[in-house]
């Protein structure tokens, strides 16, 4: 690591190694060594690792728990065949979830990847309705991809 001379104001000095310590503490818990070899393999379309996507699914927070919820339902068979997107109305309805809470999640879950995960996308396609397809109407919707589905499936099981 290469150390650079940063002026800081006296008042500052404490505050400013406080908040190093944070960054360090916050990039090792980033880049923990994985469990196996498998668990560092790209998987999916988004750019995350099997023990990244694994952590997910094995969350227990409200965030991880919800998105899994959702997850769960857009890796069914019959949605993947489709290439369905379904918007938060239809996974409210799917999941059980009331609809403010899908909506709701998605900030949170943002927050949650940035601190915990390599991986800074979300593992699951989003777009707005109308660049899908004219019947979607001024909505987010979402889905998972075959390939997102199955790597879910893997480490859901």
Known sequence: MEFVSVPVP???VMAVMAFLAKLDRKVES???TPRNDDDAQPIGTHGW???ELRRLAQGQNKTTKTVGAIMDELAKDELVKADAWLDLDDLA???GLAR???KGCWGPFTNHIRKT???TNWPLDSEWGPVINDSYGPVQ???LSREDAAAWKSVRD
């Open 10 to 12: 006296s008042d500052h």
């Open 93 to 95: 309805e799917a999941t």
């Open 117 to 119: 995960y390599v991986a």
């Open 100 to 102: 403010g809470e899908v």
């Open 141 to 143: 919707v979402y889905r």
């Open 30 to 32: 980033r880049t923990d």
């Open 49 to 51: 690792t099997v023990g």
